[in-house]
Nanobody
């Protein structure tokens, strides 16, 4: 069964760090640009970061540039999101899905997972 499974979220204080993981099951990530998306309560889902299939190219939303780093390990079929200096406004459910690097938008993907909750609060 084709699916992407997110993990690594949690409760963290402002200024703290987390590393999210996105693991592929039933297919290999090698051929896909993969991105992280987030959705806060009452808001639409937005693109956070996207990495090309080879890992050579990345793009991130202005709101997270300099704080979040996306990376991937194709041998492990896993994409990571390292989040530093977290802010309360980063609180959201984080999802991963195939993306377009230039636009930070998801490509046609109907298999959105459960996501992983990130809560930034003191």
């Amino acid at each position: 069964q084709l699916q992407l499974v997110e993990s690594g979220g949690g409760l963290v204080q402002p200024g703290g760090s987390l590393r999210l993981s996105c693991a592929a099951y039933g297919f290999t990530l090698d051929y896909y640009a993969i991105g992280w998306f987030r959705q806060a309560p009452g808001k639409e889902r937005e693109g956070v970061s996207c990495i090309s299939s080879s890992g050579d190219t990345t793009n991130s939303a202005d709101s997270v540039k300099g704080r979040f780093t996306i990376s991937r390990d194709n041998a492990k079929s896993t994409v990571y999101l390292r989040m530093n200096n977290l802010k309360p406004e980063d609180t959201a459910v984080y999802y991963c899905a195939p993306c377009t690097v230039a636009t930070l938008k998801s490509v046609l993907w109907s298999r959105w997972g459960q996501g992983t909750q990130v809560t930034v609060s003191s």
